[in-house]
């Protein structure tokens, strides 16, 4: 008899599911906004977090491109303090239940619901040539989901229907074949920082605007560099250093901001360290010491991984091999249920 599905209440720390695209260099943004955040509460729930080379090809890839982004992330998360003996770090690609679950969900999909997806209007609008992949992108991304039975889906709110189709084909099958998965929700996060653009504090520090010179911090950025970037940060003509909604003051208020996301420190805590400051240039200057202290570990950690593939490699072994193990059982369930045969011995 297969287990019965455990939702969140009757395990003990509730299961967390999150797909990231290897796509583009990280960004302060991305790392005060989302992985600061998934490293502390490491401890708190039971994580998976997957590296979602197979979606990335569901647009056109240089495979030489894809390859070297997928493994600069990986090790960009675990430099950043991802620790798999807290969580389960793993690349999309290297578990083949995700495929063939894919696979499995499709022959229970209607084509419908996949059409009025928004992103794939939006992003099919803009190809020459439309893969199938890219219309079934939903579908993996709700076999990366079920197959672990995650109670909780952190995404981007440009992600909430997909977690939303996720669901439905959840319930779908669970009508058709009986109690199969746990129906997850998404969960939008109050991102602990927003960090807007250095050179518009207006507009949120995007990959989009990376090539704009002193737009981002890159985690890569040499300490120099880093320092430049915040020193030319625009702000206004005052000189008050607070925390503040005024758009006119959005440049102070989005240093402040890293200030705060970087040390932790709460917000009166923040200005009170620079009630004697002497203007802009000090907090810049503050700003500055604070990223570049906090990212040069992260840098040299990730410098030694992407110098030992072997390394890195292990890594991400341990990572497949964990996630298989939730994964894998989870497969020969779902082809059960379909009325595929299974291996002798697999308990069904
Ligand atoms: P993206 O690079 O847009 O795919 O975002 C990856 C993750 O980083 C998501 O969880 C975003 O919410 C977060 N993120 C991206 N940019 C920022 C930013 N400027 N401030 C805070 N969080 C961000
Ligand atoms: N589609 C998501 C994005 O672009 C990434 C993703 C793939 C994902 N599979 C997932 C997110 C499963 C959450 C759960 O951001």
Redo the contacts with the bound molecule.
Sequence with gaps: MAEQVKSGSQRSRKRV?????PSGDMHLGNYLGAVKGWVQRQHERENFF?I?DL?AITVPQKPDELREQTRSLAAMLFAAGLDPKLCTLFVQGHVAAHSEGAWLLNCVTPLGWLERMTQYKDKSAKQESVSTGLLDYPVL?AA??LLYDADE?P??ED?KQ??ELARDIAQRFNHLYGETFVVPEPVIPDTGARVMGLDNPTVKMSKTFAHIRGHVVRMLDEPKEMERSIMRAVTDSGKEIRFSNDPERAGVNNLLGIYKAVTGKSKQECENDFADARGYGDLKKRVAEVVVAELTPIRERYDELMADPAELDRLLAIGAEQAAAVSAPKLNEIKHKMGLTVPTGSGL
């Design positions: 599911f999150s797909g990231i695209q997957c979602v979606h991304m990366d989901i889906v995404v981007g992600q997909h977690v």
